[in-house]
């Protein structure tokens, strides 16, 4: 089963506005990560939060953790044409050793 | 580097035939894996690797093979086809860190195999 649920599962914005993706997840964690697809190719690795860490930031990205509603957030600001992809929630498992469970994540399209 | 590369991109078997998909990464990770993504879903582990000569079953092994003769190469293997195991198969890649830590993993572009 899945261990992130990503909401919402479409999002559709203007160019230069916020976009916002929640992730949710079940059990315990050591750590969350934020990947971003393009379309037809591979992950890649945007953000890495620990379970120790409230709020990080990279450049045009901001990512939350709550641990206690098991929930996290990507925003990221002044989007642009090239934000348009899909992202990916993914969740280790404190007792699993490097294996991240992905959620189904978000299809974020960007409008010129 | 070339980071994490897969072979072929793309295939088309057809029901009960056999393949294998090459995985190859030049950065020295220890820990190699491979997984599944079906259209609108995330990515599903099939099997992983913690070092050479290593596997260990992931999510949704069933139907699939691995094995980690080099460290730098990880195979899946499909030893009869079937139409479910149609799908978008992507390696990843990661270092070995400390007990309870975690590193990011890094993909290669993908094989889209279709199963008829």
């Known amino acids: 089963s899945q261990q992130g649920e990503e909401d919402p599962q479409a999002l559709s914005i203007q160019e230069g506005e916020n976009a916002t993706m929640n992730c949710s997840y079940k059990?315990?964690?050591?750590?969350l990560q934020w990947y971003r697809q393009n379309s037809g190719r591979g992950l890649v690795h945007l953000i890495l939060?620990?379970?120790?860490?409230r709020e990080k930031h990279s450049g045009r990205l901001r990512v939350t953790l709550d641990t206690s509603k098991k929930s996290s957030s990507l925003l990221i600001t002044a989007s642009r044409a090239a934000d348009t992809a899909s992202y990916f929630c993914?969740?280790?498992?404190?007792?699993?050793?490097?294996?991240?469970?992905f959620g189904q994540g978000t299809r974020l399209t960007i409008n010129p | 580097n070339a980071g994490v590369t897969q072979t072929p991109k793309f295939r088309v078997l057809k029901t009960g035939q056999s393949m294998t998909l090459l995985c190859a990464q030049d950065m020295n990770h220890e820990y190699m894996y491979w997984y599944r993504q079906d259209p609108g879903m995330g990515l599903r582990l099939i099997h992983y690797?913690?070092?050479?000569?290593?596997?260990a079953k992931g999510e949704v092994p069933d139907g699939y093979n691995v094995s980690r003769l080099k460290k730098q190469n990880f195979l899946l293997g499909l030893e009869s086809a079937a139409p479910s195991q149609t799908s978008v198969y992507f390696c990843?890649?990661?270092?070995?860190?400390?007990?309870?830590?975690?590193?990011?993993?890094?993909f290669g572009p993908g094989t889209r195999l279709t199963v008829t």
């Open positions: 993914a969740t280790d498992r404190v007792q699993g050793a490097q294996k991240l469970v």
């Open positions: 690797s913690v070092g050479e000569g290593t596997t």
């Open positions: 990843a890649s990661s270092p070995r860190v400390p007990a309870r830590t975690n590193q990011e993993q890094y």
């Open positions: 059990t315990s964690i050591n750590n």
């Open positions: 939060i620990r379970s120790n860490e």
